[in-house]
């Protein structure tokens, strides 16, 4: 591996050098291998990346080998195997592609990228004059073919934007392929020759993309072009990660959004949609704004520099048709944004305007044009700490701006939703009076990212505070929207790391929220910050999760006095022993045909000694076994499911006082081996029995499991254990945090059955590599005692 310090300093000169040398080897091979037997009907063309003369220090080397007729075909085709294998041998990444004169003016449905390469073509060897027939042919086809060909680039670059959530933010950017990559400016220059037309000046900006792939590309050894955390901090030097990145964005918002106009600009002139439309724009036009292909331009002349206002005129419109700004009008912004920012600077009553925007139904498109155009950041001065920042966190994908975009983005989807699951929350934000102040509360919750560990709560509410006194926000609001930014990760805490059956727990959630229209809008909140972590953030469990904590935290706002006095009375003889010496909490968390399975799995379980069923439900899998109790018996069971590749996201130990056990687990499947393989759900299902009965030593079980990807250096997990005797009335709750591999769970449960402890509860969560299982547990019946903790606390730490 190369070592390389910084981007080199001239990318122009880096590139220009080795197309040259591989010209000259290309040349080579063509004289030693085809000329020979072709001194004329072909000629070799550089295209794609090596056309373009942008060839970076491993990437590949596409090549034309252009033929005057299909018969050569067959003839050329062992010199072609040596013309290869003399690039290959000399460690060049050949894609080649033999075609005809015909065949490059042909459009193949199924081979666009071959026709969109050869808008890049440039000759290298052989007949010249064939090469010369091609490039007066191929303009006339590529006009003829114009439409069509911007409508296919328009397809692949939509869909490459969306495999990427249409954002240029993410932490980890591929340096090719994401919005406001390499890949959009060549987008950029090919839509240019389609349409005749160049394309913007992007020069600055396509500099510092090339340094960096050629940082990458050389620091790797390998055609690498993901700007991983530890690569940010190699390429960055002494200048720092953080800043650098910023940099980074700042080019590649320009180049997304110049490919955004320049794929709108093809797409619209591709489109009849327009013409019937014509009517309806003129309509929602106004004295200040008229609209032209979907973009908002300005009537006036003068514009902001004479009447700041109207720049929230301007995004109170955005907001309410849903049209983004044309070029114009951000060039207009741009200039007098000095202006609009002193306007900003002096206050006044810029709430109600603010108010209005924020519950209005495209407000996120929007607070979306602000920030792109650097308005956002003149109103709230607080805004500008998050612009681009990126915050080392292997579990989110977006910088701290997009992801509270994303956040805003989240929430109101909710209101079109279909999902039954989603449609809870959103008839919770039907309900919400004033929406504006969640928005705000979301625009600004994370505004204190950057600060340090345990900071940025405090810094998001310093910011929150300031830009709430100077646009005159109403105390009411100023004191929800404290509560929000305050509280905001409560929730996701406790949907992960609490036991939501524990009296406790809804007791303290109850305490913490203090009214139902509180809990309403920290619900939504926590809905929307957990969704725009990541696209997988919000699973079906933890969506259920915050449901579920909702509706405890409802309930105990609401409750009777007696509701939590449960009794178990009389029944069945059989029912009655089954559930002699399980804990009344199993009555509450259960339901009767449930408690009728648990019962049935018991009856099985006195005659073979074990029985075991795997059910699925929505979106996870639940594991329910009956057996009898021995020692770590628990910790057998989770490594069993770990062994098959399963996530567990909760389970619980029934014991009861004929010695029997009933174990559940709630458990996904990534991979989908039961999905997909049906069978393995019965084998899955005779693992847990064997083991349970001893048969099965589950520690071989775990040995054929894959370890996983580890993350990177600055992405290290320093495992951390906590206990907490307050958090539940009956049992000692231990909480860690470690760094996540398979059979971690197993380990756990089995260094605390070996000091003598009983497990009631477990729960279980994962972020990236980061796991976070919490355990309630007692020891004798009772809670451990404060001096017991320690030397848990190493043995436990031991094993993560």
Not at 717 to 739: H, Q, Y
Request: charged share 25%.
């Amino acid at each position: 591996m190369t070592n390389v310090a910084n981007p080199p300093s001239d990318a122009a000169a880096l590139l220009a050098s080795r197309r040259r040398a591989v010209d000259q080897a290309v040349e080579s091979a063509f004289r030693e291998y085809l000329a020979p037997g072709f001194s004329s009907s072909l000629a070799v063309a550089a295209v794609g990346g090596f056309g373009r003369r942008e060839l970076f220090p491993h990437s590949d080397v596409d090549v034309l080998v252009l033929l005057e007729k299909e018969a050569l075909v067959g003839a050329s085709k062992d010199a072609m195997a040596g013309f290869l294998r003399a690039l290959w041998d000399q460690r060049l990444r050949v894609s080649q592609s033999v075609r005809t004169l015909d065949e490059c003016c042909a459009l193949h449905e199924g081979n666009i990228e071959l026709t969109v390469s050869l808008l890049d073509l440039r000759f290298l060897a052989g007949d010249r004059s064939l090469y010369d027939a091609l490039a007066e042919r191929l303009p006339r086809f590529l006009h003829s073919q114009r439409q069509s060909l911007v409508r296919h680039l328009s397809k692949l670059s939509r869909a490459r934007h969306g495999k990427y959530q249409n954002t240029i933010y993410h932490l980890e950017p591929n340096l090719k392929e994401t919005p406001g990559g390499l890949r959009d400016l060549h987008l950029l220059g090919w839509l240019g020759k389609l349409r005749t037309m160049p394309p913007e000046a992007l020069d600055e900006s396509r500099r510092f993309l090339h340094a960096a792939r050629c940082f990458l590309h050389l620091q790797s050894g390998r055609d690498n072009n993901l700007l991983s955390f530890d690569a940010q901090e190699e390429i960055a030097g002494e200048g720092g990660a953080a800043a650098w990145m910023r940099e980074y964005f700042r080019h590649a918002r320009s180049i997304h959004r110049a490919a955004l106009r320049a794929l709108e600009a093809g797409e619209g002139a591709n489109s009849s949609m327009l013409a019937q439309f014509r009517d309806w724009r003129a309509r929602v036009s106004n004295a200040d704004f008229s609209v032209a292909r979907e973009r908002v331009l300005l009537k006036s002349p003068h514009g902001f520099e004479k009447d700041p206002e109207l720049a929230l005129r301007l995004f109170r419109f955005v907001a309410r048709h849903g049209f983004r700004l044309a070029a114009d009008t951000e060039r207009r912004l741009a200039e007098h944004s000095g202006a609009v920012a002193a306007w900003f600077a002096r206050g006044g009553q810029l709430w109600p305007a603010l108010r209005e925007i924020l519950e209005l139904p495209h407000a996120v498109q929007a607070l979306r044009e602000m920030h792109d155009t650097g308005i956002l950041g003149a109103l709230f001065p607080e805004w500008e700490q998050i612009d681009c920042l990126v915050v080392r966190d292997f579990y989110h994908r977006y910088t701290v701006d997009e992801h509270t975009l994303v956040t805003l983005q989240t929430l109101a989807d909710l209101r079109g939703t279909a999902d039954p699951e989603r449609r809870r929350f959103a008839e919770m934000l039907e309900e919400i009076e004033h929406p504006a102040v969640l928005f705000f509360a979301l625009l600004f919750h994370d505004t204190g990212k950057g600060f340090g560990q345990g900071r940025h709560i405090a810094e998001s509410l310093r910011r929150a505070e300031s830009a709430m006194e100077r646009i005159h926000m109403p105390l009411a609001d100023r004191e929800t929207v404290r509560f929000l930014i305050a509280r905001h990760l409560d929730l996701s805490a406790v949907m992960t790391s609490r036991d939501l059956d524990a009296p406790e727990t809804a007791r303290a959630l109850a305490d913490g929220v203090e009214t139902v229209e509180r809990l309403r809008c920290l619900a939504l909140l926590t809905y929307a910050d957990t969704s725009a972590v990541n696209p997988t953030a919000m699973s079906p469990w933890r969506l259920g999760q915050l449901w579920r904590a909702c509706l405890a935290a409802y309930r105990e706002l609401t409750r009777e006095l007696d509701t939590d006095r449960i009794q178990l009375s009389g029944g069945p003889a059989e029912r009655a022993e089954f559930l002699d010496g399980f804990p009344v909490r199993y009555l509450r968390t259960h339901s009767e045909a449930e408690i009728a399975t648990h019962l049935d799995l018991d009856r099985r379980c006195r005659t073979t000694g074990v029985a075991a069923d795997v059910e699925r439900l929505s979106g996870v899998y639940r594991l329910a076994v009956a057996t009898r109790d021995r020692k770590s018996l628990f910790a057998a069971l989770a490594g069993v499911l770990s062994s098959f590749g399963m996530n567990i996201l909760k389970a619980e130990a029934f014991g009861n006082r004929q010695g029997r056990v009933l174990d559940t687990f709630v458990f996904c499947d990534p991979s989908r081996t039961l999905d997909l393989n049906p069978p393995e759900v019965d084998r899955l299902r005779l693992a847990v029995e064997r083991v349970a009965l001893g048969k099965v030593d589950v520690a071989e079980l775990l040995r054929g499991r894959p370890k996983p990807v580890p993350p990177s250096r600055q992405s290290r997990i320093r495992p951390r254990v906590s206990f907490d005797n307050d958090a539940s009335s009956a049992s000692t709750l231990v909480e860690i945090v470690a760094e996540d591999r398979p059979g971690l769970l197993y380990d756990l449960a089995r260094t605390l059955s070996a000091a003598g402890c009983n497990i009631e509860v477990v729960l279980i969560d994962t972020e990236a590599h980061k796991a976070l299982d919490v355990f309630y547990i007692t020891r004798d019946g009772r809670k451990l005692e404060p001096g017991e903790h320690a030397a848990l606390r190493a043995q436990l730490l031991s094993v993560c």
